[in-house]
Protein backbone atom coordinates (compact mmCIF):
# COMPACT_ATOMS: atom_id res chain seq x y z
CA UNK A 1 0.00 0.00 0.00
CA UNK A 2 1.55 3.91 -1.03
CA UNK A 3 0.44 7.02 0.16
CA UNK A 4 -0.53 7.87 -3.25
CA UNK A 5 -0.57 6.58 -6.54
CA UNK A 6 -1.22 8.71 -9.56
CA UNK A 7 -1.81 6.35 -12.47
CA UNK A 8 -1.35 6.39 -16.40
CA UNK A 9 -0.65 10.21 -16.44
CA UNK A 10 1.62 11.37 -19.06
CA UNK A 11 4.98 11.72 -16.92
CA UNK A 12 7.95 14.52 -18.07
CA UNK A 13 9.84 13.83 -15.39
CA UNK A 14 11.96 17.19 -15.43
CA UNK A 15 15.33 15.36 -16.87
CA UNK A 16 14.00 16.98 -20.37
CA UNK A 17 13.22 13.19 -21.72
CA UNK A 18 10.49 12.34 -23.53
CA UNK A 19 7.05 11.92 -22.19
CA UNK A 20 5.91 8.45 -20.97
CA UNK A 21 2.37 7.14 -19.74
CA UNK A 22 3.02 5.67 -16.51
CA UNK A 23 2.13 5.15 -12.67
CA UNK A 24 4.34 7.22 -9.85
CA UNK A 25 4.20 5.84 -6.28
CA UNK A 26 4.69 8.09 -3.47
CA UNK A 27 5.51 7.20 0.08
CA UNK A 28 6.05 9.82 2.54
CA UNK A 29 7.82 13.10 1.16
CA UNK A 30 9.19 10.99 -1.65
CA UNK A 31 8.75 9.44 -5.08
CA UNK A 32 9.14 5.66 -4.64
CA UNK A 33 7.69 3.98 -7.90
CA UNK A 34 7.70 5.24 -11.39
CA UNK A 35 6.20 3.41 -14.14
CA UNK A 36 4.29 0.43 -13.27
CA UNK A 37 2.71 0.46 -10.21
CA UNK A 38 1.25 -2.72 -8.54
CA UNK A 39 0.17 -1.89 -5.33
CA UNK A 40 -2.38 0.57 -4.34
CA UNK A 41 -2.89 3.63 -2.94
CA UNK A 42 -4.15 5.13 0.29
CA UNK A 43 -5.10 7.92 -1.94
CA UNK A 44 -4.82 7.39 -5.59
CA UNK A 45 -5.42 10.30 -8.41
CA UNK A 46 -6.47 9.46 -11.81
CA UNK A 47 -3.68 10.62 -14.24
CA UNK A 48 -5.29 9.75 -17.16
CA UNK A 49 -4.89 12.46 -20.55
CA UNK A 50 -3.18 14.82 -17.94
CA UNK A 51 0.24 15.95 -17.54
CA UNK A 52 2.21 14.52 -14.47
CA UNK A 53 5.70 16.85 -13.76
CA UNK A 54 7.58 18.12 -10.94
CA UNK A 55 6.62 20.82 -8.96
CA UNK A 56 8.15 24.26 -10.36
CA UNK A 57 11.35 25.33 -8.86
CA UNK A 58 11.30 29.35 -8.99
CA UNK A 59 14.62 30.63 -7.95
CA UNK A 60 13.94 34.45 -8.52
CA UNK A 61 11.11 35.60 -6.19
CA UNK A 62 10.96 38.46 -3.51
CA UNK A 63 8.70 36.73 -0.72
CA UNK A 64 11.09 37.55 2.02
CA UNK A 65 8.25 38.85 4.28
CA UNK A 66 5.03 37.75 2.95
CA UNK A 67 6.88 34.11 3.62
CA UNK A 68 6.89 35.05 7.50
CA UNK A 69 2.94 35.98 7.51
CA UNK A 70 1.31 33.92 4.45
CA UNK A 71 1.21 30.18 4.31
CA UNK A 72 -0.14 30.19 1.13
CA UNK A 73 1.84 31.89 -0.79
CA UNK A 74 -0.22 33.23 -3.68
CA UNK A 75 0.13 33.97 -6.48
CA UNK A 76 3.31 31.36 -7.02
CA UNK A 77 1.30 28.71 -5.27
CA UNK A 78 -1.41 28.71 -7.25
CA UNK A 79 1.13 28.21 -10.52
CA UNK A 80 2.28 25.00 -9.29
CA UNK A 81 5.58 26.28 -8.17
CA UNK A 82 6.48 23.77 -5.05
CA UNK A 83 10.01 25.44 -3.85
CA UNK A 84 10.83 29.39 -4.82
CA UNK A 85 14.09 31.37 -3.96
CA UNK A 86 13.74 34.54 -1.73
CA UNK A 87 16.34 37.14 -1.37
CA UNK A 88 17.04 37.84 -4.76
CA UNK A 89 18.24 41.44 -6.27
CA UNK A 90 20.30 42.66 -3.01
CA UNK A 91 17.11 43.16 -0.69
CA UNK A 92 15.79 41.38 2.47
CA UNK A 93 14.59 41.66 5.76
CA UNK A 94 17.94 40.07 7.46
CA UNK A 95 20.37 40.89 9.17
CA UNK A 96 19.03 43.55 10.75
CA UNK A 97 19.86 45.25 13.88
CA UNK A 98 16.64 46.57 16.71
CA UNK A 99 15.53 49.98 15.23
CA UNK A 100 16.85 49.81 11.59
CA UNK A 101 13.91 47.56 10.41
CA UNK A 102 12.80 50.71 8.82
CA UNK A 103 15.17 51.24 6.42
CA UNK A 104 15.03 47.73 5.29
CA UNK A 105 11.44 48.06 4.42
CA UNK A 106 11.66 51.68 3.06
CA UNK A 107 14.31 49.46 0.31
CA UNK A 108 12.06 46.74 -0.31
CA UNK A 109 9.17 49.30 -1.13
CA UNK A 110 11.33 51.36 -3.63
CA UNK A 111 13.17 48.75 -4.88
CA UNK A 112 10.49 46.03 -5.51
CA UNK A 113 7.76 48.01 -5.54
CA UNK A 114 5.82 46.32 -2.28
CA UNK A 115 3.81 48.04 -0.31
CA UNK A 116 6.13 48.89 3.23
CA UNK A 117 2.74 49.32 5.06
CA UNK A 118 1.97 45.91 4.11
CA UNK A 119 5.74 44.82 5.18
CA UNK A 120 4.94 47.03 8.59
CA UNK A 121 1.78 45.67 9.33
CA UNK A 122 3.16 41.88 8.28
CA UNK A 123 6.43 41.56 9.66
CA UNK A 124 6.97 40.76 13.13
CA UNK A 125 10.80 40.57 13.26
CA UNK A 126 11.37 37.56 15.46
CA UNK A 127 14.96 38.03 14.34
CA UNK A 128 18.41 40.27 14.04
CA UNK A 129 20.79 37.58 12.69
CA UNK A 130 20.04 35.80 9.27
CA UNK A 131 20.74 32.45 11.31
CA UNK A 132 17.82 34.17 13.37
CA UNK A 133 15.63 34.75 10.08
CA UNK A 134 15.82 31.02 8.56
CA UNK A 135 14.87 29.88 12.04
CA UNK A 136 11.77 32.18 12.39
CA UNK A 137 11.08 31.05 8.38
CA UNK A 138 11.64 27.22 9.28
CA UNK A 139 8.86 27.80 12.63
CA UNK A 140 6.17 28.77 9.86
CA UNK A 141 4.36 26.05 7.92
CA UNK A 142 3.49 26.91 4.78
CA UNK A 143 1.71 25.13 1.33
CA UNK A 144 5.45 25.44 -0.57
CA UNK A 145 9.51 25.23 0.46
CA UNK A 146 11.38 28.33 1.08
CA UNK A 147 15.20 29.05 0.04
CA UNK A 148 16.33 32.53 1.49
CA UNK A 149 19.64 34.47 0.09
CA UNK A 150 21.95 36.72 2.25
CA UNK A 151 21.08 40.25 0.43
CA UNK A 152 23.66 42.34 0.03
CA UNK A 153 22.02 45.79 1.33
CA UNK A 154 20.59 44.44 4.47
CA UNK A 155 24.10 42.97 5.50
CA UNK A 156 26.22 46.63 4.45
CA UNK A 157 23.28 48.24 6.48
CA UNK A 158 24.11 45.53 9.46
CA UNK A 159 27.68 46.63 8.99
CA UNK A 160 27.94 50.22 8.51
CA UNK A 161 24.97 51.64 9.53
CA UNK A 162 24.31 55.39 8.44
CA UNK A 163 27.02 54.85 5.93
CA UNK A 164 25.19 52.33 4.24
CA UNK A 165 25.50 53.82 0.80
CA UNK A 166 29.15 55.40 1.35
CA UNK A 167 32.50 53.75 0.14
CA UNK A 168 33.06 50.37 2.64
CA UNK A 169 36.78 50.37 4.30
CA UNK A 170 38.76 47.19 4.65
CA UNK A 171 36.91 46.52 8.01
CA UNK A 172 33.97 46.56 6.64
CA UNK A 173 34.29 44.69 3.77
CA UNK A 174 35.84 41.80 6.52
CA UNK A 175 32.75 42.25 8.83
CA UNK A 176 30.46 41.84 5.48
CA UNK A 177 32.25 38.25 4.91
CA UNK A 178 32.38 37.01 7.98
CA UNK A 179 28.36 37.93 8.11
CA UNK A 180 27.93 36.23 4.56
CA UNK A 181 29.74 33.03 5.58
CA UNK A 182 27.63 32.85 8.89
CA UNK A 183 24.73 32.89 7.39
CA UNK A 184 25.09 30.30 4.11
CA UNK A 185 26.66 27.95 7.41
CA UNK A 186 23.19 28.57 8.61
CA UNK A 187 21.84 27.42 5.42
CA UNK A 188 21.38 30.39 2.83
CA UNK A 189 20.53 29.92 -0.54
CA UNK A 190 23.31 32.52 -1.64
CA UNK A 191 24.04 36.09 -1.47
CA UNK A 192 22.19 39.08 -4.04
CA UNK A 193 23.33 42.30 -4.97
CA UNK A 194 21.94 45.06 -7.82
CA UNK A 195 24.08 47.47 -9.43
CA UNK A 196 21.40 48.69 -11.82
CA UNK A 197 20.29 52.27 -11.71
CA UNK A 198 16.62 51.49 -11.93
CA UNK A 199 16.46 49.78 -8.45
CA UNK A 200 15.68 52.85 -5.87
CA UNK A 201 14.23 53.64 -3.02
CA UNK A 202 13.68 57.56 -1.20
CA UNK A 203 17.07 56.84 0.60
CA UNK A 204 18.18 56.84 -3.23
CA UNK A 205 20.26 53.22 -4.91
CA UNK A 206 20.29 50.06 -2.97
CA UNK A 207 23.39 50.43 -0.70
CA UNK A 208 26.14 48.28 -2.33
CA UNK A 209 24.54 49.32 -6.59
CA UNK A 210 28.03 50.91 -6.83
CA UNK A 211 30.38 48.28 -4.83
CA UNK A 212 33.81 47.46 -6.18
CA UNK A 213 34.73 44.32 -7.37
CA UNK A 214 37.29 43.98 -4.43
CA UNK A 215 34.47 43.82 -2.03
CA UNK A 216 32.39 41.67 -4.17
CA UNK A 217 35.29 39.44 -4.72
CA UNK A 218 35.29 39.55 -0.76
CA UNK A 219 32.34 38.00 -0.30
CA UNK A 220 32.85 35.42 -3.51
CA UNK A 221 35.86 34.45 -1.09
CA UNK A 222 33.62 34.09 1.88
CA UNK A 223 31.10 32.25 -0.27
CA UNK A 224 34.00 29.34 -1.28
CA UNK A 225 35.20 29.17 2.31
CA UNK A 226 31.61 27.83 3.16
CA UNK A 227 31.39 25.80 0.73
CA UNK A 228 28.02 26.55 -1.21
CA UNK A 229 26.34 29.05 -2.22
CA UNK A 230 24.50 31.19 -5.63
CA UNK A 231 25.91 34.85 -6.27
CA UNK A 232 22.88 36.52 -7.76
CA UNK A 233 22.94 39.66 -9.79
CA UNK A 234 20.75 42.26 -11.15
CA UNK A 235 23.45 44.60 -12.80
CA UNK A 236 23.21 47.56 -15.31
CA UNK A 237 26.55 46.40 -17.14
CA UNK A 238 25.19 42.81 -17.68
CA UNK A 239 27.03 40.47 -19.85
CA UNK A 240 29.55 43.55 -20.61
CA UNK A 241 33.33 42.90 -21.31
CA UNK A 242 34.36 45.26 -18.32
CA UNK A 243 31.90 43.55 -15.59
CA UNK A 244 32.68 40.23 -16.98
CA UNK A 245 35.87 40.17 -16.21
CA UNK A 246 35.71 40.55 -12.28
CA UNK A 247 32.51 38.10 -12.44
CA UNK A 248 34.06 35.67 -13.92
CA UNK A 249 36.75 35.92 -11.11
CA UNK A 250 34.46 36.02 -8.65
CA UNK A 251 32.42 32.63 -9.81
CA UNK A 252 36.19 31.42 -9.73
CA UNK A 253 36.04 32.11 -6.47
CA UNK A 254 32.66 30.96 -4.94
CA UNK A 255 33.78 27.92 -6.50
CA UNK A 256 29.46 28.22 -7.33
CA UNK A 257 27.40 29.46 -10.14
CA UNK A 258 27.00 33.39 -10.19
CA UNK A 259 23.97 34.55 -12.43
CA UNK A 260 23.04 37.52 -13.12
CA UNK A 261 19.64 39.23 -15.22
CA UNK A 262 20.08 38.88 -18.79
CA UNK A 263 17.71 40.35 -21.50
CA UNK A 264 17.20 41.78 -24.98
CA UNK A 265 18.06 45.55 -24.58
CA UNK A 266 16.93 48.27 -27.02
CA UNK A 267 20.55 49.95 -27.44
CA UNK A 268 22.36 47.21 -27.76
CA UNK A 269 19.79 44.51 -29.23
CA UNK A 270 22.82 41.94 -29.94
CA UNK A 271 24.35 42.43 -26.72
CA UNK A 272 22.84 39.15 -25.46
CA UNK A 273 24.30 36.92 -27.99
CA UNK A 274 27.98 37.84 -26.92
CA UNK A 275 26.72 37.44 -23.31
CA UNK A 276 25.44 33.57 -23.93
CA UNK A 277 28.58 33.02 -25.77
CA UNK A 278 30.62 34.16 -22.87
CA UNK A 279 28.41 31.95 -20.35
CA UNK A 280 29.20 29.22 -22.83
CA UNK A 281 32.66 29.86 -22.99
CA UNK A 282 32.79 29.66 -19.38
CA UNK A 283 31.21 26.50 -18.61
CA UNK A 284 33.47 24.87 -20.79
CA UNK A 285 36.27 25.81 -18.93
CA UNK A 286 34.42 24.98 -15.56
CA UNK A 287 33.31 28.56 -14.36
CA UNK A 288 29.61 29.00 -13.57
CA UNK A 289 28.51 31.73 -15.14
CA UNK A 290 24.49 31.62 -15.73
CA UNK A 291 22.19 34.37 -17.40
CA UNK A 292 19.28 34.07 -15.61
CA UNK A 293 16.29 34.83 -17.95
CA UNK A 294 12.25 35.29 -18.22
CA UNK A 295 9.81 33.84 -20.43
CA UNK A 296 8.25 36.76 -21.27
CA UNK A 297 9.15 40.69 -21.93
CA UNK A 298 9.30 41.89 -17.97
CA UNK A 299 6.39 44.25 -18.82
CA UNK A 300 4.67 46.95 -16.79
CA UNK A 301 1.17 46.75 -16.36
CA UNK A 302 -0.65 49.74 -16.90
CA UNK A 303 -4.02 50.01 -15.38
CA UNK A 304 -6.22 52.71 -13.60
CA UNK A 305 -5.42 51.59 -9.94
CA UNK A 306 -1.38 50.83 -11.12
CA UNK A 307 1.45 52.61 -10.11
CA UNK A 308 2.00 53.57 -13.23
CA UNK A 309 0.41 54.59 -16.16
CA UNK A 310 -0.30 57.44 -19.05
CA UNK A 311 -1.83 59.25 -16.99
CA UNK A 312 -1.04 59.23 -13.63
CA UNK A 313 0.63 62.34 -13.44
CA UNK A 314 -1.95 64.27 -15.19
CA UNK A 315 -3.30 67.46 -12.14
CA UNK A 316 -6.85 65.95 -13.19
CA UNK A 317 -6.26 62.51 -12.85
CA UNK A 318 -4.50 62.99 -9.03
CA UNK A 319 -7.24 65.04 -8.51
CA UNK A 320 -9.79 62.49 -9.12
CA UNK A 321 -7.83 59.77 -7.73
CA UNK A 322 -5.80 61.20 -4.87
CA UNK A 323 -2.65 62.31 -4.72
CA UNK A 324 -0.20 60.38 -4.74
CA UNK A 325 -2.36 57.53 -6.20
CA UNK A 326 -3.89 55.38 -3.33
CA UNK A 327 -2.64 52.05 -2.49
CA UNK A 328 -5.17 51.09 -0.39
CA UNK A 329 -8.76 51.13 -1.99
CA UNK A 330 -9.35 53.50 2.01
CA UNK A 331 -7.18 56.06 0.05
CA UNK A 332 -9.60 56.97 -2.93
CA UNK A 333 -12.30 56.45 -4.96
CA UNK A 334 -14.36 53.60 -6.10
CA UNK A 335 -12.79 52.36 -8.95
CA UNK A 336 -16.45 52.09 -10.67
CA UNK A 337 -16.52 56.26 -8.94
CA UNK A 338 -13.49 56.84 -11.20
CA UNK A 339 -14.55 55.34 -14.33
CA UNK A 340 -17.11 57.50 -14.47
CA UNK A 341 -15.80 60.43 -13.76
CA UNK A 342 -13.37 59.80 -16.40
CA UNK A 343 -16.23 58.93 -18.71
CA UNK A 344 -17.54 62.46 -18.60
CA UNK A 345 -17.11 64.14 -21.63
CA UNK A 346 -15.63 67.61 -19.92
CA UNK A 347 -13.31 65.76 -17.51
CA UNK A 348 -11.95 63.47 -20.38
CA UNK A 349 -11.49 66.67 -22.88
CA UNK A 350 -9.23 68.31 -19.53
CA UNK A 351 -7.51 65.60 -18.95
CA UNK A 352 -6.66 65.05 -22.25
CA UNK A 353 -5.47 68.40 -22.96
CA UNK A 354 -3.06 68.20 -20.18
CA UNK A 355 0.72 67.11 -20.25
CA UNK A 356 2.44 64.65 -17.62
CA UNK A 357 3.23 66.53 -14.77
CA UNK A 358 6.71 64.79 -13.50
CA UNK A 359 9.97 65.86 -13.66
CA UNK A 360 11.56 61.84 -13.71
CA UNK A 361 12.52 61.35 -17.48
CA UNK A 362 12.37 57.61 -17.05
CA UNK A 363 8.85 57.45 -15.83
CA UNK A 364 7.82 59.77 -18.53
CA UNK A 365 9.53 57.64 -21.11
CA UNK A 366 7.90 54.48 -19.71
CA UNK A 367 4.79 56.21 -19.90
CA UNK A 368 4.76 57.52 -23.28
CA UNK A 369 6.34 54.98 -25.03
CA UNK A 370 3.34 54.81 -27.69
CA UNK A 371 5.16 52.27 -29.91
CA UNK A 372 5.20 49.99 -26.88
CA UNK A 373 2.32 50.04 -25.17
CA UNK A 374 -0.17 47.21 -25.92
CA UNK A 375 -3.69 46.13 -24.44
CA UNK A 376 -3.00 42.71 -22.61
CA UNK A 377 -6.17 41.80 -23.00
CA UNK A 378 -8.36 38.64 -21.63
CA UNK A 379 -6.79 36.19 -21.66
CA UNK A 380 -3.38 38.41 -21.98
CA UNK A 381 -1.26 38.67 -24.74
CA UNK A 382 2.20 38.87 -23.88
CA UNK A 383 3.45 38.61 -27.43
CA UNK A 384 1.45 41.40 -29.41
CA UNK A 385 1.88 42.40 -33.12
CA UNK A 386 3.46 45.57 -33.50
CA UNK A 387 0.40 46.95 -35.47
CA UNK A 388 -1.12 46.30 -32.10
CA UNK A 389 0.32 49.40 -30.33
CA UNK A 390 -1.11 52.64 -28.99
CA UNK A 391 0.55 53.80 -31.52
CA UNK A 392 0.41 51.85 -34.67
CA UNK A 393 -3.57 51.76 -33.81
CA UNK A 394 -3.47 55.58 -33.35
CA UNK A 395 -2.26 56.47 -36.24
CA UNK A 396 -4.37 53.98 -38.82
CA UNK A 397 -7.10 55.93 -36.63
CA UNK A 398 -6.41 59.71 -37.06
CA UNK A 399 -6.40 59.74 -33.08
CA UNK A 400 -3.81 60.89 -30.60
CA UNK A 401 -2.23 57.98 -28.48
CA UNK A 402 -3.58 59.41 -25.65
CA UNK A 403 -6.98 59.08 -27.20
CA UNK A 404 -6.58 55.48 -27.50
CA UNK A 405 -4.48 54.72 -24.48
CA UNK A 406 -7.61 56.29 -21.99
CA UNK A 407 -10.72 54.20 -23.79
CA UNK A 408 -8.47 51.10 -23.39
CA UNK A 409 -8.12 51.75 -19.74
CA UNK A 410 -11.47 52.56 -19.27
CA UNK A 411 -12.42 48.65 -20.83
CA UNK A 412 -13.56 46.15 -18.68
CA UNK A 413 -15.16 48.56 -16.00
CA UNK A 414 -11.63 50.32 -15.66
CA UNK A 415 -10.12 46.59 -14.99
CA UNK A 416 -8.51 46.47 -17.89
CA UNK A 417 -4.47 46.60 -17.83
CA UNK A 418 -2.09 47.94 -20.98
CA UNK A 419 1.01 45.76 -21.05
CA UNK A 420 4.12 47.63 -21.50
CA UNK A 421 6.99 45.54 -22.56
CA UNK A 422 10.74 46.80 -21.11
CA UNK A 423 12.97 44.35 -22.67
CA UNK A 424 13.34 41.68 -24.32
CA UNK A 425 10.98 43.02 -26.73
CA UNK A 426 13.49 44.96 -29.06
CA UNK A 427 11.91 43.10 -32.27
CA UNK A 428 8.33 43.03 -31.30
CA UNK A 429 8.45 39.55 -31.00
CA UNK A 430 9.65 36.35 -28.29
CA UNK A 431 12.35 35.57 -30.93
CA UNK A 432 15.75 36.78 -28.69
CA UNK A 433 13.44 35.23 -25.34
CA UNK A 434 13.22 31.74 -27.26
CA UNK A 435 17.19 31.84 -28.36
CA UNK A 436 18.04 32.82 -24.52
CA UNK A 437 15.76 30.05 -23.45
CA UNK A 438 16.68 27.07 -25.38
CA UNK A 439 20.51 28.48 -25.08
CA UNK A 440 22.18 25.99 -22.14
CA UNK A 441 24.02 27.90 -20.29
CA UNK A 442 20.53 29.98 -19.31
CA UNK A 443 18.59 29.82 -16.76
CA UNK A 444 14.93 30.73 -16.12
CA UNK A 445 13.59 33.09 -13.69
CA UNK A 446 12.90 36.78 -12.79
CA UNK A 447 9.43 35.96 -12.22
CA UNK A 448 9.67 38.30 -9.29
CA UNK A 449 7.56 36.75 -7.64
CA UNK A 450 5.53 38.61 -4.41
CA UNK A 451 7.23 42.26 -5.89
CA UNK A 452 6.24 44.96 -8.13
CA UNK A 453 2.91 44.42 -6.43
CA UNK A 454 1.74 47.85 -8.30
CA UNK A 455 3.27 47.40 -11.86
CA UNK A 456 4.06 43.81 -12.54
CA UNK A 457 3.15 40.28 -12.35
CA UNK A 458 4.93 37.91 -13.67
CA UNK A 459 4.58 35.02 -11.05
CA UNK A 460 2.66 32.88 -13.37
CA UNK A 461 5.78 32.51 -15.82
CA UNK A 462 6.18 29.23 -14.94
CA UNK A 463 2.53 28.29 -16.40
CA UNK A 464 3.15 30.53 -19.49
CA UNK A 465 6.11 28.06 -20.37
CA UNK A 466 3.32 25.44 -21.27
CA UNK A 467 0.29 27.44 -22.36
CA UNK A 468 2.68 30.17 -24.70
CA UNK A 469 5.71 28.52 -25.32
CA UNK A 470 4.41 24.38 -25.51
CA UNK A 471 0.77 24.97 -26.99
CA UNK A 472 -0.26 28.58 -27.96
CA UNK A 473 2.26 30.79 -30.07
CA UNK A 474 1.53 31.41 -33.29
CA UNK A 475 4.31 34.27 -34.10
CA UNK A 476 6.94 31.63 -34.31
CA UNK A 477 8.22 28.20 -32.98
CA UNK A 478 7.18 27.06 -29.90
CA UNK A 479 9.38 24.63 -26.97
CA UNK A 480 8.83 21.34 -27.01
CA UNK A 481 7.10 20.08 -23.50
CA UNK A 482 10.21 18.41 -22.18
CA UNK A 483 12.07 21.01 -22.15
CA UNK A 484 10.01 23.71 -21.11
CA UNK A 485 9.17 21.48 -17.75
CA UNK A 486 12.71 20.71 -18.11
CA UNK A 487 13.90 24.69 -17.38
CA UNK A 488 11.48 25.49 -14.64
CA UNK A 489 12.30 21.89 -12.97
CA UNK A 490 15.68 20.47 -12.91
CA UNK A 491 17.40 23.37 -14.30
CA UNK A 492 16.46 25.30 -11.67
CA UNK A 493 16.63 23.25 -8.77
CA UNK A 494 20.50 21.97 -10.30
CA UNK A 495 21.65 25.91 -10.51
CA UNK A 496 21.59 25.94 -6.85
CA UNK A 497 22.16 22.62 -5.98
CA UNK A 498 18.80 21.51 -4.50
CA UNK A 499 19.32 17.88 -6.09
CA UNK A 500 16.60 16.40 -4.07
CA UNK A 501 13.91 17.48 -6.57
CA UNK A 502 13.33 18.71 -9.74
CA UNK A 503 12.85 15.23 -10.88
CA UNK A 504 10.30 12.42 -10.85
CA UNK A 505 12.76 9.68 -10.13
CA UNK A 506 12.82 6.91 -6.97
CA UNK A 507 14.11 8.53 -4.17
CA UNK A 508 13.24 12.09 -4.92
CA UNK A 509 10.93 14.46 -3.45
CA UNK A 510 7.65 14.36 -4.16
CA UNK A 511 6.57 17.74 -5.62
CA UNK A 512 4.60 16.97 -8.14
CA UNK A 513 1.91 18.95 -10.67
CA UNK A 514 -0.74 17.18 -12.37
CA UNK A 515 -1.56 19.17 -15.27
CA UNK A 516 -5.15 19.45 -17.79
CA UNK A 517 -2.67 20.84 -20.14
CA UNK A 518 -5.69 21.57 -22.88
CA UNK A 519 -7.70 23.60 -20.68
CA UNK A 520 -4.75 25.63 -18.75
CA UNK A 521 -5.78 29.09 -19.18
CA UNK A 522 -3.90 31.79 -17.64
CA UNK A 523 -6.63 35.32 -16.61
CA UNK A 524 -5.91 38.18 -17.07
CA UNK A 525 -3.98 39.92 -13.77
CA UNK A 526 -6.33 41.73 -11.70
CA UNK A 527 -5.39 44.06 -9.12
CA UNK A 528 -6.32 42.89 -5.25
CA UNK A 529 -6.26 44.29 -1.71
CA UNK A 530 -5.60 42.32 0.29
CA UNK A 531 -2.04 42.62 1.80
CA UNK A 532 -1.48 43.48 5.25
CA UNK A 533 -3.22 46.70 6.09
CA UNK A 534 -5.47 46.45 2.55
CA UNK A 535 -2.44 46.64 0.57
CA UNK A 536 -2.36 46.53 -2.92
CA UNK A 537 -1.04 44.20 -5.27
CA UNK A 538 -1.65 42.75 -8.71
CA UNK A 539 -2.46 38.79 -9.33
CA UNK A 540 -3.05 36.55 -11.74
CA UNK A 541 -5.39 33.32 -11.22
CA UNK A 542 -5.12 29.72 -13.61
CA UNK A 543 -7.04 27.25 -14.55
CA UNK A 544 -5.97 23.97 -15.43
CA UNK A 545 -3.69 22.60 -12.52
CA UNK A 546 -5.32 19.42 -11.04
CA UNK A 547 -3.35 18.73 -8.20
CA UNK A 548 -0.14 20.14 -6.81
CA UNK A 549 1.19 18.01 -4.57
CA UNK A 550 4.31 18.76 -2.03
CA UNK A 551 6.69 16.42 0.23
CA UNK A 552 3.91 13.74 -0.84
CA UNK A 553 0.55 16.10 0.32
CA UNK A 554 -2.04 17.41 -1.99
CA UNK A 555 -1.59 20.95 -1.48
CA UNK A 556 -4.19 22.01 -3.64
CA UNK A 557 -6.35 20.66 -5.63
CA UNK A 558 -8.61 22.59 -8.96
CA UNK A 559 -7.43 25.54 -7.49
CA UNK A 560 -8.30 25.47 -4.50
CA UNK A 561 -5.84 24.95 -1.27
CA UNK A 562 -6.49 21.61 0.76
CA UNK A 563 -5.20 23.16 3.79
CA UNK A 564 -1.65 21.08 3.93
CA UNK A 565 1.19 22.60 4.74
CA UNK A 566 4.41 20.76 4.23
CA UNK A 567 5.92 22.85 2.85
CA UNK A 568 9.87 24.28 4.56
CA UNK A 569 12.59 26.19 4.92
CA UNK A 570 15.32 24.50 2.44
CA UNK A 571 18.66 24.73 4.05
CA UNK A 572 21.63 24.65 1.63
CA UNK A 573 25.05 22.96 2.58
CA UNK A 574 28.41 22.34 1.22
CA UNK A 575 27.05 19.01 -0.38
CA UNK A 576 25.21 20.95 -2.66
CA UNK A 577 22.50 18.83 -1.29
CA UNK A 578 20.08 21.01 0.64
CA UNK A 579 18.58 19.31 4.17
CA UNK A 580 15.77 19.93 6.09
ZN1 LIG B 1 14.34 40.72 -8.43
Known sequence: MHDLVIRQATVVDGTGGAPAVGDVAVDGERVTVVGEVDGRGRRELDGDGLLLAPGWVDIHTHYDGQATWDPEMTPSSWHGVTTVVMGNCGVGFAPVRPGAESFLIELMEGVEDIPGTALAEGIDWRWESFAQYLDALAATPRVLDVAAQVPHAA??????GD?????????????????????????????????????????????????????????????????????????DQAGTPTEQAWVVELAGRTGGNVTYALAQVGPDPTAYRTALAEAAACRRAGVGIVPQVSSRPTGMLFGLRSSLHPFITHPTFRELAGRPAPATPAGGPSLGALVARLGDP??????????????????????????????????????????????????????????????????????????????????????????????????????????????????????????????????????????????????????????????????????????????????APEMVFDLPAGGRRLVQRVDGYRATVVAGQVTFEDGQPTGARPGRLVRSGPSGRPTG
Not at 204 to 229: F, K, M, N
Open 155 to 160: VRAYVM
Open 346 to 523: QVRARLLAEEPATANRVALTLMSRWDRIFRLGDPPDYEPSPDTSVAAVAARQGRRPEEVALDWLLERQGEALLFAPLASYVDGDHEAIREMLCHPSTVVGLSDGGAHCGLICDASMPTYLLTHWVRDRDRGQRLPLELAVHLQTARTAGVYGFHDRGVIAPGKRADLNLIDLDSLRLH
Open 163 to 235: RAHDEASADDIAAMASLTEAALAAGAAGFTTSRTILHRSRHGLVPGTSAPPEELLAIGDAIGRAGHGVFEMVS
